[in-house]
């Protein structure tokens, strides 16, 4: 609605502002900042060796090769549809990690009802493995996904779903064929049709020998299965992709975006070349592609990543010889696992907000956003609830389905794509040279360069240059942890072994025998274990079967998994254990001196820099002199000390303190908050151990102080 009183008002022009030079401007930034260089102080170094300018300008977009794209058009850097989530938004696959297929039913519906639109199947580690329930140990058995052994489970666990009009998402790695089986029998036992079933059922076993640093069977005879089951998906069901490569392994071990997407691209690369080799053409093996990366926090860079990502695989593809349909980027998102932390848990819900996001503004196909509670046990209803809820918000209320490519022609978006892709096909090369990315991983190259980046992460996470809140800053020592029940497994291994049982129990074993005997015979082994399956057999007889002639799979050193949180989670755990031991936090004193606008900058400073480490501090009112400082601190108990006040007066105040503390109690741990350069030395011969300042190793001092104190055993 229009406002009478400005209606005849003309619109604004901004004429009257002269345009100001690039080289103006950054004279007066020098002017500001007193002789310190520009590149220290503005420019910012990211982990994927790219520089963040302080400021974007047309100029820098002007030529870029992706510039003049238009969405819907190679190389799709805007997205593989013209009108992006104009015309259909993502898919909302939230995985549901229930122990059982009833438990698993119970939760799918009730979310189907409730904003979720696609079926995210997580599966636990026997069946990734295509082990039966009765044959795996207790322990395993619907730990961290469904328990699934026969299509009488899968049967149960979708029992309601409408196949033909839902999503599915599984990630089945090697039991791939033998799952994908399970499925198109059911879906043939329900009368539906294969033709319209959508989602995909991934095979990844370079991802899979990343993560874990096993196959179950030789290479060859899983690019084998790949082949025969992409060449049966494509004959049968077209809008399945049977290959999903996933980046999450090399995320979860610290890489940078830059390496995820290299290391994925190299690792569909492999595919590609080993489905060629098996007679596939790039239009048959391509669209049955689909990659799964993990979003970070660094949120402009994951944007960045997720066009990239297109940009490239279309430049990959269309020389491979695939046509513009074949060269579509398929892309399914999940909010990050390392950046998750078990304490103040609840800030899980906003890094989850912001990396779905980007996430979303990247152009994302499919998203799982991580419940806040998932690092601590199986998400219940109301974090599930919530983690659904996000994407509703994000479609309904930031209006990005009324967008197309909301980031395209953003000069700081488009130059980081282009940025980007340059680092990622630098790296991408480098795995080509040593042959592809089965044998880099044979000679650890990817597991180094990996390792490299996360322990630059590591060093700026000790430091808190990287920082997790409630984590490594800003603790929350009065929380209330989550409480995490423990799965019955005795019980669960009862329930799926009754249920295996009797379903083996009610096959036809002649009818049985003969369908798996057909599966070794078969040319087309996917029909064949199909058949299997509709006869009684279960996932891991199908297996087997298709398995017969299977050689020993290869091994090698995986990528190391490690959240960037756990170190801090573990001293907070020690003090934690402390608590229960003792009846009391450990505890720090600070000899707080003079008046409060005196010492209370540096206290707080102290008191928020020992929380992270799990201690308390004892805070008293500011003392006049270091006697009365120091016989206070004796006679608190405490195990450790830090003075606070300020740089010009520790010189009348540190050595006479810390020498009576010393000389009274020698065992104490002294500290200075603050870092004054010009005296440390003398300090430290007056008694002073270690200084709590804004460029200490957090990691290292909290470690050092939980050993002394008795807090860690």
Same mark, same amino acid.
């Given at each position: ?525 996917? &029909?064949? @274990?199909?058949?299997? #399956? =509709?006869?009684?057999?279960? /996932?891991? !007889?199908? %297996?087997? *079967?298709?398995? $017969?002639? +299977? ?7 995986? &990528?190391? @998994?490690?959240?960037? #949180? =756990?170190?801090?989670?573990? /001293?907070? !755990?020690? %003090?934690? *254990?402390?608590? $229960?031991? +003792? ?131």
């Amino acid at each position: 609605m229009s406002n009478p009183q400005t209606a005849d008002l003309p619109a604004p022009t901004f004429d009257e502002f002269a345009p100001t030079p690039y080289e103006e401007w950054r004279k007066v930034v020098d002017k500001f900042l007193k002789g310190a260089p520009f590149e220290k102080r503005l420019v910012t170094k990211t982990y994927e060796n790219i520089d963040l300018q302080p400021m974007y300008r047309q100029e820098d977009i002007s030529g870029l090769p992706q510039i003049d794209s238009l969405p819907g058009f190679a190389p799709y850097v805007r997205g593989a549809s013209p009108l992006g989530y104009v015309s259909g938004s993502w898919d909302v696959a939230q995985e549901i990690p229930c122990a059982t297929p009833a438990a698993f039913n119970a939760a799918v519906r009730a979310d189907l009802e409730r904003g979720q639109n696609a079926v995210n199947l997580v599966l636990d580690h026997p069946t990734l493995h295509a082990v039966d329930a009765d044959q795996a140990p207790a322990e395993e058995i619907g730990k961290d996904g469904l328990s699934i052994s026969s299509l009488a489970d899968l049967a149960q666990a979708l029992a309601g779903v409408d196949l033909e009009a839902t999503p599915i998402y599984i990630q089945a790695n090697t039991s791939a064929l033998s799952f994908t089986a399970l499925l198109a029998a059911l879906v043939q036992q329900q009368g539906k049709s294969l033709a319209k079933l959508r989602g995909a059922i991934g095979m990844d076993p370079l991802g899979h020998l990343a993560c874990h640093g096993h196959l179950p069977r030789d290479l060859d005879g899983v690019y084998d299965a790949m082949a025969q089951l992409a060449g049966w998906a494509k004959a049968n069901a077209p809008q399945l992709q049977t290959i999903t490569v996933q980046g999450h392994p090399y995320h979860n071990g610290g890489a940078s975006a830059t390496q995820e997407l290299a290391f994925t691209l190299a690792t569909a690369v492999e595919y590609l070349r080993a489905m060629q080799a098996r007679g596939l053409s790039m239009d048959d093996a391509a669209p049955r592609i689909r990659f799964a990366f993990s979003i970070g926090s660094n949120f402009f860079m994951e944007i960045a990543r997720l066009r990239a990502a297109r940009l490239l695989w279309a430049k990959i593809v269309q020389a491979f010889g695939g046509n513009a349909e074949s060269q579509k980027m398929r892309i399914h998102a999940r909010t990050s696992a390392w950046n998750q932390s078990i304490y103040d848990p609840h800030v899980n819900l906003l890094r989850g907000t912001t990396e779905a996001f980007s996430a979303i503004v990247g152009g994302c196909d499919s998203l799982h956003i991580s419940p806040f509670d998932e690092l601590v046990r199986a998400p219940d209803d109301f974090s599930r609830r919530v983690a659904r809820n996000t994407h509703t918000v994000l479609r309904e209320e930031t209006h990005i389905t009324k967008t197309v490519d909301p980031a395209g022609g953003s000069w700081y978006v488009e130059t980081l794509t282009d940025a980007v892709a340059r680092q990622t096909w630098a790296i991408f090369q480098e795995v080509e040279k040593q042959g592809g990315m089965a044998k880099a991983l044979e000679a650890g190259w990817p597991q180094g360069q990996v390792a490299d980046t996360a322990a630059k992460r590591a060093a700026n996470l000790a430091k808190r240059k990287d920082i997790f809140v409630g984590t490594n800053m800003y603790p929350n020592l009065k929380e209330t942890q989550l409480e995490a029940p423990k799965l019955d497994a005795a019980a669960i291994q009862a329930e799926r072994a009754a249920a295996l049982s009797q379903f083996r129990g009610a096959a036809d074993t002649g009818r049985k025998q003969a369908a798996l005997g057909q599966i070794a015979q078969s040319g087309d082994k996917v &029909v064949a @274990a199909i058949q299997a #399956a =509709l006869a009684g057999a279960t /996932l891991g !007889e199908i %297996a087997q *079967a298709t398995r $017969a002639d +299977a050689k020993p799979g290869p091994t090698l050193t995986p &990528v190391c @998994a490690q959240r960037g #949180a =756990l170190p801090f989670e573990r /001293l907070r !755990e020690a %003090a934690d *254990a402390y608590v $229960a031991r +003792a009846g009391q936090r450990p505890q720090v004193f600070l000899a707080v001196m003079g008046p409060l606008t005196q010492h209370k900058a540096r206290a707080d400073f102290a008191t928020a820099f020992l929380g992270v480490g799990g201690f308390e501090t004892i805070y008293p009112a500011g003392f006049s002199t270091p006697d009365e400082a120091a016989d206070a601190a004796l006679a608190s108990g405490a195990a450790a000390v830090v003075i606070c006040s300020t740089d010009p007066t520790y010189p009348d105040i540190v050595p006479s303190l810390a020498q009576k503390l010393k000389q009274t109690k020698p065992g104490l741990t002294v500290m200075l908050a603050g870092y004054p350069a010009d005296h440390v030395e003398s300090f430290k011969a007056a008694g002073v151990d270690d200084f709590i300042h804004l460029n200490a190793n957090c990691l290292a001092l909290l470690t050092m102080l939980q050993k002394k104190m008795g807090v860690a055993q």
